[in-house]
């Protein structure tokens, strides 16, 4: 049982290279903020990069972060808005649902794990913001991918692939990123007590006006008084995000009062008590209730949310909320069971997307796929992506599995 | 590029074209296959005009089972495949191969579908950009990224080369504008990656098959997400003494948080070629031009285009209009929009690069063109998407002048070894292609490149699919395969364990 904390990508290129030479795999890991997500790992050896730590470069006008994989986000984040910046894709944090610490993780599991919160409608995820990565393949190769700069299709997009593989494609050694400024304002527009398929229709229409929302969310009676210390009472809330400048904000909240004045009591929230709301959305805070419950995370298309939960409730006690406007939807299975086989049955008739077993106890982990099972021909082509990076299966074996 | 290599001619394809034609007859009835040399001579180039090359067949498939079809076929025959949408590349990607079957996706000219709810459009790759914000405009609805093409490029084409344009500094690439495609495999396999929901089940497949150069697979459906149209646009025209003071001002406009619709710079050559042609009121009198465009309610333009002059005012313009009409917007735009035609009027032929620099570099690299300039005795022009610091170069010369085409590419390859010496790249939205292949060693190691091999490997293990294009050399996937392991010592004693 050895532990490797490289402070260098030279030491990490030879940690790896020793265990692609002993066939002996190694677990890779930052803070550990994600450890309970995927398949539980069996293996000897782990790679702690939580020393691989420092931001490298820094340019505010070129809108530019680079840092070592192990950097603490939370250290990004406080030298960004310094700066009055950010990281517009918004990662969410993981340790209050996981029962862990909150404010922990590391930049490398940022894109390890493609994070993003509830301003991916309109920013994107972290697979949209980075430019460039330097990584150790399970081969024991050192190479690059990217750049520093926005604009760049020189070669394949690497990073990208490299996004949402959980660490079993190769070790990220550096990482550089797109930043943008901060909103100046931000205000919050809630509709009260709206059922999920009235919510479903307002957030519809409030995204299909150019009030440019960025952020759309509805959490149904009870889930409500579970974000920002229960400031918003528990009646249903459907909650409509607006930043930018403060008079375009202004205009842009009474376009949507205009067009929303029908569907329901209005709320407004402005500053801090509206990213007190959108912290814990972002954060699953209402199923973080220190059990091992099951949580899902689905990714389906918006429109069909609502009626997918609807059919779900009937077979199965779930509590659930929605953001990305219906897009992602969290559910926490109240009686224990994952219920894999009837949920992702149910989200194959309801569109199509992803349902990801973010939350099980280790014994259901390893009996239910916790990633999305793919059709045969991609699921083929996934193995031979993972046969070219990482032939002898030195990096995270089985985690995705 | 005039002593291109290209991948040599297989004799045994050539030896059985006859009956190549004939099986793909048999694939794609009707009109779908043009097989005599003058009818193949539309196909010979695409927007890098000085490579041309016949294709062994041109095949314009109908439907998804036949490009299966097609590609399982030559997959289990060794025959080569160039796909080609609108054959817009700037880059030589859709250029044919001698021995390659050709495969055209124009038939593919459908939308699919339109689902304004969820703001996401379905479209056959064979549909053009335009095309698709024309489908949903007059709900009040567009498709943000907007290559200059985007009257001809077709969609499936902007997947192949992550296409870009003007406003994508605010919008996104076209990376970030696709939420699914549906894609056949050079096995004939038809995979779908993503949807009409967000984000990879698993490994992001279709992160990597944007801007893959036609060279993993063929796209046969896209998935985009549309955007409502902003209230209003306006722009400012905005004349520096000096290149340094434009820079600058780009700089502290982003400093200020203010992220605009398009800014665009142009040098004094190109101001000058563009006025000439459509007298746009431009000042002459300047070395940089600025174009910002601000977009969204007219309150926050109005708000924003107070800030943007102060800034320009404080970085020492000597000019600067602010567009009081929609017209006036169009008329500070079409210089700009007109620069490449206006620099052909000055000039018999001219050739766009296409590089990226971090923008602080932009004095040392305009400086060291206009020394390459001297060099090599031909005039280059600049417009520079300058928020994003990617360069379009447009280097003078004259084609018929022998060795001047050979001059210009080594002028222009020159221009994009100086961008990756400051950190740039090589290109930033127009695609490797032909035209870059060989100065990829400049950017990346010979392991950078032959991880991208390794993606290679995985979708199409044989080469089949676009040989020649992206990669300087491509190494056999056997080769690469073979694990290479340094003697199992232990080289890690001063790794701190625990």
């Keep these: 049982?050895?532990?490797?904390?490289?402070?260098?990508?030279?030491?990490?290129?030879?940690?790896?290279?020793?265990?692609?030479?002993?066939?002996?795999?190694?677990?890779?890991?930052?803070?550990?903020?994600?450890?309970?997500?995927?398949?539980?790992?069996?293996?000897?050896?782990?790679?702690?990069?939580?020393?691989?730590?420092?931001?490298?470069?820094?340019?505010?006008?070129?809108?530019?972060?680079?840092?070592?994989?192990?950097?603490?986000?939370?250290?990004?984040?406080?030298?960004?808005?310094?700066?009055?910046?950010?990281?517009?894709?918004?990662?969410?944090?993981?340790?209050?649902?996981?029962?862990?610490?909150?404010?922990?993780?590391?930049?490398?599991?940022?894109?390890?794990?493609?994070?993003?919160?509830?301003?991916?409608?309109?920013?994107?995820?972290?697979?949209?913001?980075?430019?460039?990565?330097?990584?150790?393949?399970?081969?024991?190769?050192?190479?690059?991918?990217?750049?520093?700069?926005?604009?760049?299709?020189?070669?394949?997009?690497?990073?990208?692939?490299?996004?949402?593989?959980?660490?079993?494609?190769?070790?990220?050694?550096?990482?550089?990123?797109?930043?943008?400024?901060?909103?100046?304002?931000?205000?919050?527009?809630a509709i009260r007590g709206l059922l999920d398929d009235a919510a479903a229709a307002a957030m519809a229409l409030a995204l299909g006006s150019s009030a440019e929302v960025s952020s759309a969310a509805h959490l149904p009676e009870r889930i409500a008084a579970r974000v920002a210390s229960g400031s918003l009472g528990s009646e249903a809330a459907t909650l409509l995000r607006v930043e930018g400048f403060g008079p375009s904000v202004a205009y842009r909240i009474a376009a949507l009062k205009t067009l929303l004045g029908n569907a329901g009591p209005l709320q407004e929230i402005a500053g801090e008590a509206s990213s007190l709301i959108w912290r814990d959305v972002r954060d699953c805070r209402p199923f973080a209730d220190n059990s091992e419950k099951p949580v899902w995370r689905v990714s389906m298309t918006p429109g069909q949310c609502h009626q997918m939960v609807l059919t779900l409730r009937m077979q199965a006690a779930v509590s659930a909320f929605y953001d990305w406007q219906g897009g992602l939807v969290w559910l926490r299975m109240e009686e224990g069971d994952p219920e894999a086989a009837?949920?992702?049955?149910?989200?194959?008739?309801?569109?199509?997307?992803?349902?990801?077993?973010?939350?099980?106890?280790?014994?259901?982990?390893?009996?239910?796929?916790?990633?999305?099972?793919?059709?045969?021909?991609?699921?083929?082509?996934?193995?031979?992506?993972?046969?070219?990076?990482?032939?002898?299966?030195?990096l995270n074996p089985g985690r995705m599995a | 590029m005039s002593g291109l290599a290209m991948p040599k001619p297989d004799d045994a394809t050539m030896r059985r074209r006859d009956e190549i034609v004939a099986d793909m007859r048999i694939i794609v009835p009707g009109e779908g296959v043009v097989d005599a040399a003058n009818s193949m001579r539309a196909f010979e180039s695409d927007g890098l005009t000085a490579y041309r090359q016949l294709p062994l067949v041109v095949v314009l498939p109908q439907t998804v089972a036949q490009v299966s079809r097609v590609l399982k076929y030559c997959n289990d025959r060794n025959i080569r495949v160039v796909p080609r949408g609108s054959g817009t590349s700037l880059s030589g990607g859709a250029l044919p191969l001698e021995d390659a079957v050709l495969l055209v996706m124009s038939r593919f000219n459908r939308i699919l579908g339109i689902d304004f709810p969820n703001r996401i459009v379905v479209a056959q790759p064979g549909v053009t950009n335009l095309g698709i914000t024309t489908a949903v405009e007059q709900e009040g609805f567009y498709y943000a990224p907007d290559p200059s093409s985007q009257i001809a490029c077709s969609i499936g084409g902007n997947v192949a080369e992550n296409s870009g344009g003007v406003h994508c500094l605010k919008y996104g690439l076209t990376a970030n504008n696709v939420l699914g495609i549906e894609m056949v495999l050079m096995n004939g396999e038809v995979v779908r990656l993503g949807g009409s929901h967000l984000d990879a089940e698993g490994y992001d497949l279709l992160g990597v098959m944007t801007g893959s150069e036609g060279l993993l697979g063929v796209v046969t459906e896209v998935t985009v997400r549309i955007l409502k149209k902003p209230e209003t646009a306006r722009a400012l025209l905005i004349g520096f003494p000096t290149s340094e003071q434009g820079g600058q001002c780009v700089a502290d406009i982003i400093g200020a948080g203010i992220i605009p619709g398009g800014m665009e710079m142009m040098d004094r050559p190109a101001i000058h070629a563009a006025e000439d042609f459509v007298h746009a009121g431009y000042p002459l009198d300047v070395e940089a031009l600025l174009i910002v465009e601000l977009d969204g309610p007219g309150v926050e333009v109005d708000h924003l285009i107070g800030l943007v002059e102060a800034i320009a005012y404080k970085n020492g313009s000597?000019?600067?209009?602010?567009?009081?009409?929609?017209?006036?917007?169009?008329?500070?735009?079409?210089?700009?929009?007109?620069?490449?035609?206006?620099?052909?009027?000055?000039?018999?032929?001219?050739?766009?690069?296409?590089?990226?620099?971090?923008?602080?570099?932009?004095?040392?690299?305009?400086?060291?063109?206009?020394?390459?300039?001297?060099?090599?005795?031909?005039?280059?022009?600049?417009?520079?998407?300058?928020?994003?610091?990617?360069?379009?170069?447009?280097?003078?010369?004259?084609?018929?002048?022998?060795?001047?085409?050979?001059?210009?590419?080594?002028?222009?390859?020159?221009?994009?070894?100086?961008?990756?010496?400051?950190?740039?790249?090589?290109?930033?939205?127009?695609?490797?292609?032909?035209?870059?292949?060989?100065?990829?060693?400049?950017?990346?190691?010979?392991?950078?490149?032959?991880?991208?091999?390794?993606?290679?490997?995985?979708?199409?293990?044989?080469?089949?699919?676009?040989?020649?294009?992206?990669?300087?050399?491509?190494?056999?996937c056997a080769e690469l395969g073979r694990m290479h392991i340094s003697g199992g010592k232990l080289p890690f004693p001063d790794i701190p364990r625990f």
């Design chain 1, 1 to 189: 049982m050895t532990t490797f904390t490289p402070t260098t990508s030279a030491e990490v290129l030879s940690s790896v290279a020793w265990a692609v030479a002993e066939g002996s795999p190694l677990e890779i890991l930052g803070h550990g903020s994600k450890r309970g997500i995927g398949r539980p790992l069996q293996t000897q050896h782990t790679l702690d990069l939580s020393k691989l730590s420092g931001v490298t470069l820094y340019e505010p006008a070129e809108l530019v972060l680079s840092a070592k994989a192990g950097t603490p986000l939370a250290e990004i984040e406080k030298l960004l808005a310094e700066n009055g910046q950010q990281l517009a894709f918004e990662p969410m944090d993981y340790g209050p649902l996981l029962g862990g610490e909150p404010g922990k993780g590391t930049i490398g599991g940022v894109l390890a794990a493609n994070l993003s919160g509830p301003r991916r409608l309109k920013a994107g995820a972290a697979r949209d913001h980075v430019l460039g990565i330097n990584v150790v393949s399970g081969r024991g190769e050192a190479f690059k991918s990217g750049g520093r700069v926005v604009k760049n299709v020189t070669g394949y997009d690497m990073s990208k692939l490299m996004a949402n593989s959980w660490g079993t494609l190769a070790v990220f050694t550096d990482v550089t990123f797109k930043v943008l400024p901060a909103a100046e304002t931000e205000v919050t527009l």
């Design chain 2, 318 to 476: 000597t000019t600067c209009r602010i567009s009081q009409s929609e017209q006036e917007r169009l008329s500070f735009w079409a210089g700009r929009k007109a620069a490449f035609p206006a620099v052909g009027r000055i000039s018999p032929d001219y050739y766009c690069m296409d590089g990226t620099i971090p923008r602080k570099e932009l004095p040392r690299v305009l400086a060291g063109m206009r020394e390459l300039s001297e060099k090599y005795g031909l005039g280059v022009a600049n417009v520079f998407h300058a928020g994003d610091g990617n360069l379009h170069p447009l280097i003078l010369y004259d084609a018929n002048v022998p060795g001047e085409l050979d001059k210009a590419e080594s002028f222009g390859a020159d221009i994009l070894r100086l961008c990756v010496k400051v950190g740039g790249v090589l290109t930033g939205e127009h695609g490797v292609g032909v035209e870059k292949r060989d100065l990829m060693p400049e950017m990346f190691t010979q392991i950078d490149l032959d991880q991208q091999m390794r993606v290679k490997c995985a979708f199409d293990p044989n080469h089949l699919l676009n040989p020649g294009k992206v990669f300087p050399q491509l190494r056999r």
């Design chain 1, 342 to 394: 009837l949920l992702r049955g149910l989200l194959r008739k309801h569109g199509g997307g992803h349902a990801t077993l973010v939350r099980a106890a280790p014994s259901h982990r390893a009996a239910v796929p916790v990633f999305e099972p793919q059709p045969p021909a991609l699921a083929a082509l996934a193995a031979r992506l993972k046969q070219e990076f990482d032939p002898k299966h030195i």
